[in-house]
């Protein structure tokens, strides 16, 4: 079982990014998914979440109009659309499956991909 994280990079401020998960070993088009985000020398925090459906999705405040989740549940895959990025926004992106509170984490981490916002 395993979620594969991809997508990451170094992007100016004010770029865009578009994050993906591939899920192996494992279906997760029943599942509530979403990302998680570390940034150095801090917890891992919620960013996004998303429906078994897709119909509802959930976002932190500080994405909240810049960010987009979506998920294409044929190919068990997630997707995380950056826009309007922020330094503040550097950090190693997680995704995972949720209960269905949409903000506990179910699997173990994987490796995330790393986003770095600078100039």
């Known amino acids: 079982v395993q979620l594969v994280e991809s997508g990451g990079g170094l992007v100016q401020p004010g770029g865009s990014l578009r994050l993906s998960c591939a899920a192996s070993?494992?279906?997760?088009?029943?599942?509530?998914v979403g990302w998680y985000r570390q940034a150095p020398g801090k917890e891992r925090e919620f960013v996004a979440a998303?429906?078994?459906?897709?119909?509802?999705?959930y976002y932190a405040d500080d994405v909240k109009g810049r960010f987009t989740i979506s998920r294409v549940n044929a190919n068990d895959t997630i997707y995380l659309q950056m826009n309007a990025l922020k330094p503040e926004d550097t950090a190693v992106y997680f995704c995972?499956?949720?209960?269905?509170?949409?903000?506990?984490?179910?699997?173990?981490w994987g490796q995330g991909t790393q986003v770095t916002v600078s100039s």
């Open positions: 998303v429906s078994w459906s897709g119909t509802s999705t």
């Open positions: 995972n499956v949720f209960r269905p509170d949409l903000r506990t984490p179910v699997l173990n």
């Open positions: 070993g494992i279906t997760i088009r029943n599942f509530a």
